[in-house]
């Protein structure tokens, strides 16, 4: 069967992109997270943001970006879905093709009012995007022809997640992404989640577990008498912001080491030279944190790791 030239067997789904923090500082913590979640709302769109394609790429009476052609008139190719009276697939330039198949004149020079590019009502776009979500198979025409009109809009329209993230300008109102690569990424989401969960609920009931890891994998220090139920919270929000993070501080073998240095930091026990990122025991220098983190775990340091720890203890009576 022949392939066809102007659709694609694909699904995607065009999303809000996340604002980031183009918002922080400026808002209730209520309100941060709704323009975090969904920036379009408070661009003026209410919850339904439109678009048509942009009059600086109508050019020539092609359908242009930047000089790329979204809607070519002169290259002919067969068309599976159309036949001639021979029961051929018809050559059909791509216009040609959706203009048969919408049976619209889709001449970009046509008044306003018939023009299918230019809708004229600011309210009416050719593409409605309703509460940040939009989804659309290329292999159906008119959303092939939406999905051409949503990459004209390129300046605030990524075409994929790779150019958003290649490209982090913090302009970005949505984002173009496969139905397949988002399935794939919930799935290892749910993983990820259920990772984060299980070594959340091993350390959730203890305070002395929970201090050491918002001291090592978020370097934040804690006191001892701090509500369990508050340590639990900042423990729990700082997971759910990044679960890879947590997980993978869980899962780091050299744990209690880091969490030993952290502590011999605190009481000034040993050095920390942020110039040149460097530590350091009684002036003596040790390297950076992988050096460290080395010196700890070498057998032979043993003598000065006990004298550390006797110190250690001392001071945190």
Known sequence: MIKHPYLEDRKVVVEAAPAGDKFNGLLTSDSARVKRDKPFLYLGFNNQRGFDV???????????????????NKTKHPC?????????????????????????DLNPYLPVEK??????????????????????????????????????NEDVVAKSKEVADKFQ?????????DSKAIENDAAEEALLEA???????KIKHSKEDMIKVLSVIYNKEVRPE????AITSEVYTSMKKDLKVF??????????????????????LIKYDYKYLKYSIDDEPIG??????????????SETIVELKSRLAMAEK
Request: overall charge neutral; hydrophobic content about 35%; aromatic content about 10%.
């Open 288 to 301: 950076n944190l992988n050096d460290t983190i080395n010196y700890f775990n070498n057998p032979v340091n």
């Open 54 to 72: 942009p009059v600086s790429v109508i050019n020539r009476g092609l359908v242009t970006i930047k000089g790329e052609v979204i809607m070519d």
């Open 195 to 201: 990772e984060a969960y299980e070594h959340f609920n």
């Open 247 to 268: 997980i993978d501080g869980m899962n780091d073998k050299n744990f209690d080491t880091k969490y030993f240095i952290r502590r011999l930091l605190v009481h000034k």
């Open 115 to 152: 023009n299918f590019w230019r809708s004229g009502d600011k309210n009416l776009k050719n593409v409605s995007i309703i509460e940040g979500r939009l989804e659309l198979d290329l292999k159906n025409p008119l959303d092939r022809l939406k999905y051409k009109i949503l990459i004209a």
């Open 226 to 229: 701090t509500d369990i139920k």
């Open 169 to 177: 300008t913090g302009k970005w109102e949505f984002i173009i992404r």
């Open 80 to 104: 599976p879905d159309i036949l001639d009276d021979k029961g051929n697939p018809m050559e059909l330039t791509e216009l040609e093709y959706f203009e048969k198949v919408l049976n619209r």
